[in-house]
């Protein structure tokens, strides 16, 4: 949902922060429902199963909280959401009165009579599990169980640390809970007050983006509307407070209680308190802080899950009666290979090293989990694509909607995509669980990587990670607070590696030790190039093609119809569709370099996910969309300019090609990574954007890579490459892999 406008920038003049990304799964339906004059935008998401009804929390924080709960859930189950008064696009009340528990409860009765909802699992979180208790205690035929998450609400339990400084009251200090103030809030202390509760919510280490989200949530709102959400809920300022211990007891439903131990806004024992009270289930997160459906978003998800099942067991849908269960020893070799979708690079390598594995073990079947545009290479193969692909969110759109011509901030966009990578988790997690697989291999799958580690619990399967590169490196204008944030996401692999080497059984480096940049994760940590090859094998690097001799590029040439006087420029900017804008530009500057160069023929091939038909047409031009077999005319061309993804960089480069790359800006991975390797390799000319867009600039920068291009002439190229490129890197790297199965 998106900001409420009279709030967004009131506060302090800052400026107003990016939208959060698009949501991983869009509603089936919205609707508002007015309840006393408020609007409360509502949103379902799913249509079959039990509904289960995720509450708004205190108005600092909207709905979209539970962004990384929603998808999971809507594969499972119908749910609801709805923004909570004084939150997200709901309405803003005034004064005390209008924010009680009993409201909230009664917008939560409203919202399921609008949604047509008869009855709901409700999940509150923080202050929601104070509303939930008050809707399952008045409308208790409406709630069929109750999650409360880290309750937040009115129960005897002491708090001496935030008990000595008094909400309502002026406080002679400004640390620590004295911030938790009416006077410090409307008093220019806002953004101090904010900063603060969010770092409390996440007291777990390598939490920045949950903190970040928060910070930028809180500023939807005004000091004034957090003030009186907060008076309503204290039963200050003419609100009433009911007390919450003797509605427990009218909770007839089952009950679930989740609390952190190391929760610093609300101790455990508020939950242990609640369980009591309620006769429910307790499950303590030990380590785990305030936000745990945020920071602990898989376990969280799976707690649900369970929950919902074991409470409505009758309106879930039951599992197959009929079963096959196969002895080992009759058993084929089976594996599930995760495929990167950002780029078809990953997937042309994936391929050899699938084919190169089968020769190890001719019985391995393997199913892909990846996504579009990778599913039509691989369909084209004759692989066999999981069918849970479908519920994947794709990445490459995600990536997309964060660049702009041909400015991608990689680092940043990874970041935002967190509630795509626990979406796509959670789809593994159901694959492997419904599925036997003795191998799981991952090409850059950094979900995966990343939550098995966080839940080394799930893994009961062989595990390969691999990549092309390694280690998060801060752009320069991104100043002190960037490279921090890189530090600190190098940080927290580095420990995770070192807690649980049992995770992967093998860590592939596509490539050689040279190929590592020699830079250090940050201040404290190792260098990257050290660390690296203490860590992983090196597979070299994996084309999957021979490059051609001479005599069969010429043969090669005559097969995709040029002759001999035909000088052929390719240029393509991968599987996504972040390079259009250097598509334009080369367009631009095709009628000069044709001018520069006798019998210069362009074939740009726009990748399946830019339409050929958007590009402005130029003689000379060839327009190809998706080419399955892009190598053959790479290694073709006289010359190729492309974006600067390894790939296609390192398949010109095998094939002795020369070419222009253009790095999109900000992609630390292109302008860092990819092009030490390039230039280790002496490969390709490295052109900078702004010379990309100047059409004369450019048709020199073309020219000047071809020598004695006029026809009949001597047709040599400038060649760059100096160190040769493996041709077994598919073959070394399933070596690596074949034992494991």
């Known amino acids: 949902m998106s900001t409420a406008p009279e709030d967004t920038a009131e506060m302090t003049g800052r400026p107003v922060p990016r939208p959060d990304p698009a949501p991983v799964r869009p509603p089936d339906r919205t609707g508002v429902v007015v309840r006393d004059g408020v609007p409360l935008p509502w949103a379902v998401h799913g249509t079959t199963g039990p509904t289960v009804l995720l509450l708004p929390t205190w108005s600092l924080v909207p709905s979209r909280f539970w962004k990384a709960q929603v998808p999971f859930l809507a594969r499972h189950f119908r749910v609801v959401t709805f923004d909570g008064r004084g939150s997200g696009d709901a309405g803003r009340p005034e004064g005390a009165a209008a924010y009680t528990d009993e409201q909230y409860a009664a917008d939560a009765a409203a919202v399921l009579d609008d949604t047509g909802t008869r009855a709901a699992v409700v999940v509150g979180y923080s202050c929601g599990a104070a509303w939930a208790v008050h809707l399952a205690a008045t409308h208790p035929g409406r709630v069929q169980g109750i999650v ?60 920045t983006k949950q903190v970040e989200d928060v910070v930028r949530w809180a500023h939807e709102i005004s000091p004034q509307t957090l003030a009186d959400t907060t008076a309503g809920r204290l039963g200050l300022e003419g609100a009433v407070r009911t007390p919450l211990e003797p509605l427990c007891a009218r909770v007839s439903c089952p009950v679930l209680v989740v609390h952190g131990t190391h929760d610093a806004v609300r101790p455990a024992a508020i939950g242990e308190r609640l369980a009591a009270l309620t006769g429910g289930e307790l499950v303590l997160v030990d380590g785990g802080g305030h936000g745990l459906p945020a920071r602990d978003p898989v376990r969280t998800n799976l707690l649900l899950q369970d929950f919902v099942e074991r409470t409505v067991p009758d309106h879930v849908v039951p599992r197959p009666r009929r079963r096959t269960w196969t002895r080992a020893p009759s058993r084929h070799r089976r594996a599930l290979y995760l495929s990167s979708p950002i780029g078809l690079g990953h997937a042309r390598r994936d391929l050899a090293v699938a084919r190169a594995l089968r020769d190890h073990h001719p019985d391995l079947e393997v199913d892909w989990l990846t996504q579009h545009p990778v599913t039509r290479l691989l369909a084209d193969a004759g692989e066999r694509v999981h069918p849970a692909s479908a519920w994947l969110a794709n990445e490459s759109a995600h990536v997309e909607d964060e660049s702009a011509d041909h400015d991608l901030h990689a680092f ?118 050290e660390w690296t090859e203490e860590n992983f094998d090196f597979a070299g690097y994996v084309t999957g093609f021979v490059p051609p001799s001479a005599t069969e590029r010429d043969a090669l040439r005559r097969d995709l119809g040029y002759g001999p006087d035909d000088v052929l420029c390719v240029v393509t900017v991968g599987g996504s569709a972040v390079g259009a804008s250097l598509l334009r530009h080369v367009l631009d500057a095709v009628p000069a370099a044709r001018r520069l160069v006798d019998g210069l023929r362009v074939l740009v091939v726009t990748g399946p996910r830019i339409d050929p038909a958007s590009l402005p047409r130029r003689r000379g031009v060839a327009y190809r969309g998706y080419v399955p077999d892009l190598y053959r005319h790479l290694a073709a061309c006289d010359l190729a300019v492309v974006q600067g993804g390894l790939t296609t960089c390192m398949e010109l480069a095998a094939a002795g090609r020369p070419f222009l790359y253009v790095p999109l800006r900000h992609h630390f991975e292109q302008n860092v990574h990819v092009r030490h390797r390039l230039e280790r390799y002496g490969a390709g000319r490295c052109v900078e954007y702004a010379e990309a867009s100047d059409p004369d600039a450019l048709a020199a920068a073309m020219a000047a890579e071809l020598v004695g291009s006029r026809p009949g002439g001597d047709r040599r190229t400038v060649a760059r490459q100096r160190l040769a490129i493996e041709a077994d890197g598919a073959a070394r790297a399933a070596a690596m892999l074949a034992d494991l199965l």
């Not at 001496?160 to 400084?165: A, D, L, N, T, V």
């Not at 998060?472 to 420990?495: F, H, K, R, S």
């Open 148 to 207: 409360a998450i880290a309750p937040s609400c009115g129960l005897a339990v002491a708090a001496p640390e935030r008990e000595r400084y008094a909400w309502d009251a002026r406080h002679d200090t400004t640390e620590g809970w004295a911030k938790y103030s009416k006077a410090y809030w409307l008093g220019g202390g806002y953004d101090d007050y904010v900063d603060f509760f969010a770092r409390k919510m996440f007291t777990e280490p390598h939490s």
């Open 412 to 529: 940043q966009a990874i970041r935002r995509m967190d509630a795509i990578m626990v979406n796509n988790f959670m789809v593994f997690a159901d694959v492997v669980d419904e599925g036997r697989y003795d191998l799981v291999v991952g090409d850059e799958a950094w979900d995966v990587d990343h939550f098995l580690h966080e839940n080394p619990e799930l893994k009961r399967f062989a595990f390969a990670w691999m990549t092309d590169f390694v280690g998060w490196v801060p752009m320069p204008d991104g100043g002190a607070a960037e490279a921090a944030l890189t530090a600190d996401y190098n940080a927290e692999m580095i420990e995770q590696r070192a807690r649980y080497r049992r995770v992967r059984d093998r860590s592939v480096f596509v490539g050689n030790p040279a190929d590592v940049v020699d830079l250090p994760f940050g201040p404290g940590l190792p260098g990257i190039r």
